[in-house]
């Protein structure tokens, strides 16, 4: 154990303002998530907001984006960037009623360019809203009960939970707490209400937010439960995971796993993606207060100077994993007790019917990237709405940006699958296992980050890699490919079989040797490249894959044996 | 010499004092002397122009008795003018008559101080029309007035009118028309018969003006010389500048962009011409003459329905040409004028065009002339084995297109910049164009040459660098605004300066945005308010925003602040003014007559000015 003495404090809330990075000061004047928001709101001039502001309103589910492809265009036409924003919804688990989401596409057909996307963090977003109609989009989710606090910020984020359609009475539970759990770590702050709702500013009871303070997290903080052996939420991606432990169909309690993360910068060797470490067991009842005791370590251990160098997994492999641990056991005031025994076996979805143990039926659709929309060639939108307008029971939006209906009662299947059918919908989960398996981010027009193509490009990208899984007979074979448009890893690219982040244009890196469920990062074999070399390389190690693999090998498992890439045991040495 | 009882034509008190003690001191052979260096003198000055200020004089000491005597008569020439024409004409005039002797002053409708007319006694009037029959803007008051009854008797007046037009509008001449017939109904004799032009008045007006200055010319001069130097002074421009309407500059194209935004319902762009090498200058609220040139494809139209060939010859202006180039340069190819229809109906006898002919049927013609361009009429009603001459000769003289100048010369030197909103429309299922929008945006692309000149605007000018301004513009309205803010920027100015700008929507239409936000940004720009009238939020409109501030509006009205409208004259101008005299009236007060009087007497200050059209 770390002598207190001797640990490192430079970095971190005990130092001064100005010590620290300029997020942490314009955290702490920003009246707790208020800045200015209300003047940007209204300034008629500009469809932006000011730079602060951009950052405070992260923390209320907004990101501040414009349209990527016409930004010069616009510059020459002496007009600004053609800016909008993306709302987040805060949705624990994924879970919404069917007249949330009728709400949803309302909403989006008047506000956000009818569509709605899907994300890996089991939401929805809506792209393209102009700051003029924000408030209204605001508005009219909360006629739903739903909100968009801390869906992007130093807070905690949307909790997710495994869709797991199986274990039906088990899914309801851990819902609940993960539910539970994100009505808890949220902001407190009256901020969300005063500005989104217009509501007057009422007698501000001190402290307005008891446990972040005026400065919040470090960095973000991702919270999510998992049902084995599914790891469809990729339990080790969170910065605090909780790993169901259920014996005869009754919860138990969780193992906890700490340190997990997926973002990363490229030429910045100190930053890397890391996996979450499995520290111990607690009870259902200790649940929300394990989340505070890991949440307060990493709030007052986390590093406040570098924001590339502030989330959960630096701070632990700073400290040691021995201190962090026993930091947290201290504030909870007593040990952990020891792990239990689970296992994962896939972190993809279970698509098509399923039956629960509860006797209901679930229907999990692939939706290609989580875009809902309607196309010429489908009326994806359109025929979701009509579900929803006879579907009695939930929607649940899956870690891969797919879909679930979820909770059919037998005798409401037909009509069900009647409008699947209509709608075409119910060709959705065809295609080889590889497209199955495969999950982009948005990227560009709108993502201020991308530095290449990810939604609009994967599933060409797609095309061309089937005939490779053809000639080589692997179009039945589950491999996951992701892709992002940066390394920042929003769709988890560096625990995939096969990862293409964006650098530049046509530009990826390749990675190979992610653990099929999860529990392995992968490894770059190749950087910087075209698709040309990609797709050179795909024939490659896939032609070898399937003359030589063993019975059950899975593809990243192969890749390392074969000498690929090497296996790597731990984040920080990913870029070794 | 006796001292004598009475002053002679022209001169001041204090002068007729010093002659009259002079007079008393000379002998006689002395006085004989001092006659014949006077005559002397005053020939010499006369050839110099140096008689200009005993014109100045004359007009400085209006209460002094005149001398009966014709020759002695005094010389007033009055112009109303929308975009200079009547003020070039006049100026043309004023040197001729000067020519002759005549004592003259000019002055504009707009400075004209109302109460002398009753004592003029010689009156040349030169006025446009505005729009529908209406005087230009900056000739509202007199008009009124003289239309008014508070409009003297004139049993002594002579008078002559010079009545510029457009043929295209119902009610042509409209302005001049009136002043004539309102002048011989307040008692005046008519010089001459009025004279109306239209928009080619560069063949008319000469010939009118001769003829005048012949008939005031005293008794004991000779006849009107055509000398090279009358000529000169007929032809001759108001500027001083090389280049001119007639002369216009090939003014290269340095950039033309399209300003709105993908998705917007307009066309709107922006357009910089370098005039380097011109000598040409202007000044913030001026306008570019801009010389089009027909589209190819209505010209072909036009040859093709007729069967007429490109290269069949014609004269244009005395000057050999080929028919294709004059309908391309010479001739308006697309809006209809009553003279085409006129013309028309005499060559193909057609009854429905012959059916529209006649006052009474003004209505029905003008909604036939909307609905028609030329090349329709062509083609509806055939007529075979036309020659080209005759085709020309309904034609009407194309004519430049004035935008208002975008630029200013402190910012941008040897540079004018247009913001054009380009039309296009269809028409009996065809898409049809502006003339000069279209040629602009589709025939002047970068090192393209286009011949321009300067058109000046006195009645939109910049006030003094410390006053405020209060800048209201819709559309390409918002124009002279960035040429007021460059010049402002460029200068220093102290005053503030706040824009009410006008558009349909935000995201495409916000014309020059990044501009007016480091303006902003920078202080040049104090405020600016925006009004988008088909965006999601409730539509608004200029007007609805100065309603919306109007404590501030007003406030910034009685801080000396100047205000500008420019736009759309048949809504925005309406529609500002009715809000600006309520804003007048609820902020301050007045009843509704005396918020009016407010607004014109800004308006007589010029601290109103509008540039609509």
Not at chain 2, 85 to 109: C, E, F, P, W, Y
Not at chain 2, 427 to 439: E, N, W, Y
């Amino acid at each position: 154990m770390t002598n207190t003495t001797t640990l490192d404090r430079s970095r971190d809330l005990s130092q001064p303002l100005d010590k620290l990075g300029p997020d942490e000061t314009l955290k702490a004047n920003s009246r707790q998530l208020r800045g200015t928001i209300n003047d940007s709101l209204f300034d008629p001039i500009t469809g932006a907001v000011t730079a602060s502001d951009t950052k405070l309103m992260k923390f209320h589910g907004i990101y501040q984006q414009d349209d990527r492809d016409i930004r010069d265009e616009r510059r020459r036409q002496k007009l600004e960037a053609a800016f909008s924003f993306m709302a987040r919804v805060r949705l624990p688990g994924g879970v919404l009623s069917a007249s949330q989401w009728l709400k949803l596409d309302a909403l989006a057909r008047d506000y956000a360019g009818e569509t709605l996307r899907l994300t890996t963090r089991q939401t929805f977003q809506f792209h393209r809203v102009l700051k003029t109609d924000l408030r209204a989009l605001m508005q009219g989710l909360r006629d739903v009960l739903l909100d968009t606090r801390a869906a992007c910020g130093d807070d905690t984020r949307g909790v997710m939970a495994s869709i797991n359609p199986h274990l039906s009475k088990v899914h309801a539970e851990v819902y609940a707490l993960a539910k539970q759990a994100s009505d808890h770590a949220i902001p407190k702050t009256g901020a969300y209400d005063e500005i989104w709702y217009q509501q007057e500013a009422g007698e501000i009871k001190e402290p307005e937010e008891p446990f972040y303070g005026r400065t919040y997290m470090p960095r973000k903080f991702k919270i999510g439960f998992v049902i084995p052996p599914s790891n469809d939420i990729d339990v080790y991606a969170q910065d605090l995971g909780f790993i169901a432990i259920v014996a005869r169909g009754k919860l138990k309690g969780f193992n906890v796993a700490i340190g997990g993360g997926m973002g990363r910068t490229d030429q910045a060797p100190e930053t890397y993606p890391r996996l979450a470490d499995v520290i111990g067991f607690i009870p259902v009842a200790q649940l929300i207060a394990t989340i505070d005791a890991v949440m307060s370590v990493q709030r007052d251990y986390g590093d406040r100077v570098n924001r590339l160098h502030a989330r959960f997994k630096y701070t632990i492999d700073d400290k040691g994993l021995d201190w962090i641990k026993a930091e947290i056991e201290r504030r909870l005031g007593q040990p952990f007790a020891a792990a239990r025994p689970f296992e994962l076996t896939s972190n993809g979805d279970p698509l098509g019917w399923v039956e629960g143990d509860d006797g209901r039926h679930h229907y999990t659709m692939f939706i290609e990237n989580g875009r809902v929309i309607n196309t010429e060639q489908l009326r994806l939108m359109d025929g979701l709405r009509a579900i929803a307008q006879v579907h009695k029971g939930t929607f649940r939006v899956t870690p891969n940006q797919s879909l679930t209906i979820a909770e059919i009662a037998p005798q409401d299947r037909l009509a069900i699958a009647k409008l699947l059918d209509d709608y075409g919908l119910a060709g959705l989960n065809v295609g080889s296992a590889l497209r199955l398996n495969s999950m982009a981010c948005v990227a560009l027009p709108t993502c201020g980050l991308a530095m290449a193509e990810s939604e609009r490009y994967l599933p060409a990208l797609l095309s061309k890699i089937e005939p490779i899984l053809d000639t080589h007979g692997l179009r039945e074979e589950p491999i996951t490919i992701r892709m992002t448009g940066c390394p920042n890893g929003c769709a988890r690219p560096y625990i995939a079989e096969i990862a293409l982040t964006g650098r530049a244009p046509g530009k990826y890196n390749l990675y190979f040797g992610g653990g099929f469920h999860g529990q392995r990062l992968n490894k770059m074999y190749l950087e910087n490249v075209g698709e040309p070399a990609i797709l050179d390389a795909l024939e490659k190690v896939l032609g070898h894959y399937a003359r030589a693999r063993r019975p059950g090998e899975h593809f990243g498992d192969f890749a390392i044996r074969a000498g690929y890439v090497a296996a790597v045991a731990e984040g920080r040495h990913f870029n070794d | 010499m006796t001292r004598l009882e009475f002053a002679g034509p022209g001169l001041s008190s204090d002068q007729w004092e010093r002659i009259n003690d002079l007079a008393v001191s000379l002998q006689p052979a002395q006085a004989l002397w001092l006659s014949g260096y006077f005559a002397g003198v005053g020939s010499a000055a006369r050839g110099s122009g140096g008689f200009d200020q005993v014109a100045v004089l004359d007009r400085a000491a209006p209460e002094q008795p005149l001398a009966p005597a014709a020759e002695t008569r005094s010389l007033t020439i009055l112009y109303g003018t929308e975009t200079g024409n009547s003020r070039g004409l006049a100026n043309t005039l004023a040197a001729a008559a000067k020519q002759q002797g005549i004592v003259t002053a000019v002055s504009d409708m707009a400075d004209y101080k109302t109460r002398k007319l009753k004592d003029e006694q010689d009156l040349l009037v030169i006025t446009s029309t505005h729009g529908e029959g209406d005087p230009p803007q900056s000739a509202v008051a007199f008009f009124e007035f003289l239309e008014g009854r508070k409009a003297p008797k004139l049993p002594d007046l002579r008078f002559a009118v010079l009545a510029l037009g457009d043929s295209t509008y119902e009610k042509y001449c409209e302005g001049g028309k009136r002043i004539d017939r309102r002048l011989e109904e307040l008692g005046a004799t008519r010089l001459e018969p009025r004279v109306d032009c239209d928009v080619d008045f560069e063949e008319a007006a000469p010939a009118w003006i001769q003829s005048v200055v012949a008939r005031l010319a005293p008794k004991q001069s000779e006849p009107v010389r055509t000398t090279p130097a009358s000529r000169a002074a007929v032809s001759a421009s108001a500027t001083t500048a090389a280049f001119d309407k007639q002369n216009p500059f090939p003014a290269t194209v340095i950039d033309n962009i399209v300003l709105s935004g993908r998705g917007s319902s307009k066309e709107t762009r922006h357009v910089e011409f370098s005039l380097e090498g011109s000598g040409l200058r202007y000044e913030p609220g001026d306008a570019l003459g801009v010389v089009p040139r027909n589209d190819p494809a209505v010209v072909d139209a036009v040859l093709d329905s007729l069967k007429l060939a490109a290269d069949a010859p014609v004269v244009v202006k005395q000057k050999p040409s080929t028919l294709g180039e004059a309908l391309s340069s010479a001739f308006e190819v697309s809006a209809v004028t009553p003279r085409f229809i006129d013309h028309w109906a005499e060559l193909s006898g057609a009854a429905a065009l012959a059916a529209l002919r006649g006052p009474e049927r003004a209505e029905a013609r003008a909604a036939f002339m909307r609905a028609h361009h030329v090349v329709d009429i062509i083609r509806r009603f055939p007529v075979t084995g036309l020659d080209a001459a005759a085709l020309l000769r309904g034609l009407r003289p194309l004519q430049p297109r004035l935008y208002s100048i975008s630029s200013s010369l402190a910012a941008v030197p040897d540079e004018a910049h247009l913001t054009v909103g380009t039309v296009r429309y269809d028409l009996d299922g065809q898409p049809r164009a502006g003339v000069a929008s279209s040629f602009l945006a589709e025939r002047a692309a970068p090192d393209a040459v286009v011949p321009v000149y300067i058109q000046s605007n006195p009645h939109f000018r910049l006030p003094p660098d410390d006053a405020a301004i209060l800048m209201i513009g819709a559309g390409t309205g918002v124009a002279p605004y960035r040429a007021f803010m460059q010049e402002r920027e460029a200068r220093g100015a102290t005053g503030r300066s706040w824009l009410v700008f006008g558009e349909r929507n935000f995201r495409s239409d916000f014309l020059y945005q990044t501009e007016w936000q480091g303006l902003l940004k920078d202080k040049v720009l104090t405020r600016m308010d925006v009004a988008f009238s088909r965006d999601r939020t409730p539509k608004a409109y200029v007007q609805d925003r100065l309603r919306q501030n109007a404590r501030d509006v007003y406030a910034w009205l009685e801080e000396g602040a100047h205000i500008y409208v420019c736009g759309d004259a048949a809504r925005l101008a309406p529609d500002v003014d009715a809000a600006l005299r309520d804003i007048i009236a609820a902020e301050s007060g007045r009843d509704a007559v005396a918020a009016a009087e407010y607004l014109a007497a800004l308006q007589r200050d010029h601290r109103y000015q509008r540039d609509v059209y």
